[in-house]
């Protein structure tokens, strides 16, 4: 056994100290010379997460004992590391677009807390140990609170920082109450040996210490996940952030908290208690429904991504609440297949919207008005984006639902399948209401309109995903069904 | 490539090519668009011969065993010539110079053609699903963009009905594909393999109800019909025609295919209510057209009666009434063409779709008012033309059943030459109104466009052996199989 690291071991954790050590960089050059650090911080932190994701397809796994205790170098940790990596290069081209027409008195601090929150990302995605969970968590948290307040003379920006603060520290303390619950059941915080030790339990009270310690980890994930009854936050955190952090939350977040949610009960827990997938599945019932009916009275379009965020929670619930034992292997590349379509349609989206986005108040539906005539591109984008999100074939977004309905299926969840397929007719009405809004004539303003250069590439590039996965899913599908085996 | 693959995709080229024109070639964007429409029609008539059983399955999305199997039978061959033909026509109904973005209207309009004759050929569950609910699309953006009023709502409407319609049609298919697994060890979502599962397989009533309820709403069958009149309406000509000649045979389509096909005896049982549904959407449809002071909302309404009377011949079980129902279809496809391209040649004209104010036309636009009494007295079913023929079928096979209610159905014609009548009545001839300068009759450009209608109503009126020859193979199939 080899107790001291290697230059092979430093490759394989290199996506994680290049974005590390180039956050650092970052911050020095902020101090040093701040009027550098406006022009050149998104290009180096585009270079830095390039960089990163090329060291994280290349790198070896390490065997080392050093690391494998805390960390995973499974293929799944792989795709997490790559896909975060892409959210996090998206998240760098919405906040360059983003200030371009906003100023802020430093840029260098705002892209160091990017990285950290996406270094808290990988952490997550690969964490091996609750130990490295919690501290991904916490980083990501932590940077996610003070960029949530970036723009510190907006007045609703403090206010969405001090809330998401608050209620999320409480989340987190639940969190940490039940992996210490758990701990004390199972004596470990490894992934790898949660199940054995859960499966010798043979007392009562220390099954339930057990169970709670499980069920307040849940409602820790499920805040951050922004799921019904603890999605309360998202609204007024969303609405109240700068229209990039809105993105970076909606996506980043939503996943690491799924992706958490993989690690711990769809891995190392698999099908540990029906008890458990009873619960979730209880969860996803008010989830659904919730929030696509509130969805449906928004007019601030980051508000409105926070409600249709939740809805697509929901739908996420669903392989979780199907992967029992001996029940469905397909679970988690369904809910990786979500995510992924989720998180371009989203990002496409939030393109759009960086164009529009003009004031603190941030894009309200009435700025949609007549934007195909404006803007076809534009329009088109949106479009694309919006009946992915809404799940209309052909999109990618059916693909994704008809996978994850096939998998409520096998698990027997029939009624799941039934309330979700209902809430979609209400999703179409509030995501198809966008659409008309763009086409039709009425402009109210005749400004013209800069295309931001990584805005629209971002847009581009989603909706020329999106078209690609809709017309050939099976590559992205096969790969994604080896790595949920 | 296969031709049935050529078929398929060539209408998506088209699409893609309109949109990429030079900006040189704009004046004569409508005549490329229209060309390039024809050319599933050729494509169609060049094989004709060969077409029949011709089929394609290629594996696309083989984790789900979903296949791209495509295949051409009498009853595809049918509903794929009525689109190729009734697309280039409603290409021919656009008047270009009302409309903006041009290239992007014939684009969706291709595209839907393309989507169509997918639809029309799809074997496989998961890709009839997809073409099903992507064909709305292009029509949900021609009713957004070019449409008339208030247009937004309308098809915002338009679309949520139909996917509120469709939308259990996913949990249908996974339960069926999930019933093959059952029953073969490995899930399909090919018809030719759940035809022999699905109509044995438990809770086959509820799969086979939420196929009809998809089916009903976008054909319209009465009481789904409430997105009908502001769709129709609202839509521009050319998008009325798309709604009225394909959409409801898409439903009817979807009809024939799923409920001959995987449920015989199931709509056999159900037979009594569907066809009390029918019967009053016939009436309902009569007397709301009656009722009407907007032409274009009483061709409307006429057209959902009539489609009613299709249904109604495809529900009741008798081999004519079904024969009938599917020669219904092309005439119903055909006639409702013909009405709303002179509807919309005359909303063009006098700049309005209300009877109220106008009167007396026929003095000052003769051609179109002898042009509008022919295709009227088609759709009243007239002896000689092709309505007369299909109508006549229907009645006599639900006579063999029933003749009350063959007679009952019977006084519908009536309602229909009382509302069609009014209409010419009111419109063209009566007291006329002073005469205005833009109303300039039509010439040999629209007698032009309107001939290979009043060919095809003719000749099917006249000599419909060829089609009839056609449509009892498809009917002695479905009625041939044990059931």
């Known amino acids: 056994m080899k107790l001291t690291l290697q230059l092979s071991d430093l490759f394989a954790i290199s996506p994680l100290l290049i974005l590390l050590i180039s956050a650092l960089v970052l911050l020095l050059i902020e101090s040093f010379v701040s009027h550098q650090a406006k022009k050149y911080s998104a290009w180096l932190s585009l270079a830095a997460i390039i960089f990163a994701m090329f060291a994280a397809i290349t790198a070896p796994a390490s065997e080392n004992i050093l690391l494998t205790s805390w960390l995973e170098f499974d293929p799944l940790a792989r795709f997490f590391t790559v896909l975060f990596l892409s959210i996090g290069f998206v998240s760098v081209c919405l906040a360059s677009s983003f200030f371009e027409h906003f100023d802020a008195p430093t840029h260098g601090e705002y892209y160091f807390l990017l990285l950290s929150a996406l270094s808290g990302l990988l952490l997550i995605g690969s964490s091996a140990d609750f130990l490295t969970l919690f501290l991904g968590i916490e980083t990501l948290s932590v940077s996610l609170y003070i960029l949530c307040g970036y723009m510190k003379n907006w007045r609703f920006s403090s206010e969405a920082s001090l809330k998401y603060f608050l209620m999320s520290s409480l989340a987190t303390a639940f969190l940490v109450y039940g992996i210490a619950l758990i701990y004390g059941a199972a004596g470990t915080t490894k992934f790898s040996a949660l199940l054995p030790a859960y499966q010798k339990i043979n007392t009562l009270s220390t099954q339930t210490l057990f169970l709670s310690g499980a069920a307040l980890v849940t409602l820790g994930l499920a805040f951050k996940a922004a799921i019904v009854p603890f999605h309360i936050w998202a609204p007024d955190v969303y609405d109240g952030a700068p229209t990039p952090v809105t993105a970076f939350m909606a996506v980043g977040t939503k996943i690491g908290a799924f992706a958490a949610f993989v690690r711990v009960f769809m891995q190392a827990l698999h099908g540990f208690n029906p008890i458990w997938n009873e619960g979730i599945a209880l969860l996803a019932y008010p989830t659904l429904i919730y929030a696509n009916f509130v969805a449906l009275r928004q007019s601030q379009l980051r508000r409105f991504f926070a409600y249709s965020g939740i809805s697509h929670a929901g739908f996420l619930l669903i392989p979780l609440a199907a992967d029992m034992s001996g029940g469905t292997t397909e679970a988690i590349p369904s809910l990786l297949f979500y995510l992924v379509v989720y998180s371009l349609a989203t990002f496409g989206a939030f393109a759009v919207l960086a164009y529009l986005d003009k004031r603190s108040q941030g894009v309200v539906l009435f700025d949609l008005y007549g934007l195909f005539h404006r803007s076809p591109l534009q329009a088109g984008i949106l479009t694309v984006c919006i009946l992915t999100l809404a799940g209309i074939p052909p999109t990618a977004g059916f693909f994704a639902k008809l996978f994850i309905f096939k998998v409520a299926f096998q698990a027997g969840y029939h009624a799941l399948v039934v309330v979700g397929l209902l809430t979609t007719i209400i999703s179409a009405f509030y995501y198809l209401r966008i659409i008309s809004v763009m086409f039709s004539e009425k402009s109210n303003e005749k400004e013209v309109y800069d295309y931001s250069i990584p805005a629209i590439f971002v847009g581009v590039a989603s909706a020329a995903a999106i078209a690609a996965i809709s017309i050939y899913p099976q590559p992205l599908l096969s790969l994604l069904l080896t790595i949920g085996k | ?483």
């Open chain 2, 1 to 483: 490539m296969p031709i049935i693959m050529w078929l398929f995709i060539v209408p998506f080229i088209a699409s893609f090519a309109i949109l990429a024109l030079p900006s040189k070639v704009k004046p004569f964007i409508k005549l490329f668009a229209f060309l390039l429409s024809l050319i599933p029609l050729i494509i169609l008539m060049i094989n004709h011969f060969q077409l029949k059983d011709m089929s394609i399955n290629y594996p696309w999305i083989p984790s789900f065993s979903i296949g791209f199997f495509l295949k051409i039978d009498f009853l595809s061959l049918i509903f794929l010539y009525l689109t190729a033909l009734i697309i280039p026509m409603s290409i021919l109904a656009v008047n270009r110079k009302e409309l903006a973005h041009t290239p992007l209207f014939f684009s969706l309009i291709l595209m839907i053609q393309g989507l169509l004759l997918g639809f029309f050929m799809a074997r496989d569950l998961v890709v009839f699903t997809i073409f099903w609910e992507a064909m709305l699309l292009p029509l949900y953006f021609i009713i957004n963009i070019w449409g008339s009023g208030n247009r937004q709502q309308a098809a915002l409407k338009f679309l949520v009905y139909m996917i509120a319609g469709s939308v259990l049609m996913l949990a249908a298919i996974l339960f069926l594909y999930f019933t093959a697994e059952g029953s073969n060890g490995s899930g399909t979502f090919n018809l030719d393999t759940l035809q022999h599962i699905a109509a044995t397989a438990p809770n086959a009533q509820w799969v086979f109800l939420i196929f009809l309820l998809a089916f009903a709403v976008k054909t319209p069958l009465f009481p789904f019909h409430a997105w009908l009149p502001d769709a129709y309406c609202h839509a521009p000509t050319s998008g009325t025609i798309l709604l009225s000649a394909i959409l409801s045979k898409a439903g009817i389509y979807g009809f024939f295919r799923i409920s001959l096909e995987l449920y015989p005896q199931l709509l056999k049982e159900w037979s009594p209510a569907l066809l009390t549904l029918a019967i009053i959407g016939v009436f309902y449809g009569g007397l709301a057209a009656w009722m009407q002071n907007d032409f274009k909302r009483l061709i409307a309404y006429s057209s959902f009666s009539h489609v009613n009377f299709i249904l109604a011949g495809l529900f009741v079980w008798q081999e004519p009434a079904q024969a009938g129902a599917i020669l219904q279809s092309i005439n119903h496809a055909i006639t409702i063409t013909a009405l709303f391209l002179v509807a919309g040649w005359l909303e063009s004209r006098v700049q309005t779709t209300s009877m109220n104010q106008i009167s007396g036309l026929a003095k000052y636009m003769p051609k179109l008012c002898w042009l509008t009494l022919f295709f009227v007295t088609v759709s009243i079913a007239l002896p000689g033309t092709n309505n007369f023929v299909g109508e006549l079928m229907i009645l006599f096979g639900l006579f063999g059943q029933n003749p009350w209610v063959a007679a009952t159905l019977g006084l519908s014609i009536i309602f229909s030459v009382i509302y069609m009548l009014r209409f010419m009545q009111c419109t063209y001839f009566g007291v006329p109104s002073s005469f205005q300068s833009k109303w300039i009759d039509i010439g040999a450009k629209e007698l032009l466009i309107s001939t290979p209608l009043v060919f095809m109503i003719l000749w099917i009126g006249i000599y419909p052996g060829p089609f009839l020859d056609a449509i009892n193979q498809i009917i002695s199939l479905a009625h041939g199989e044990p059931s």
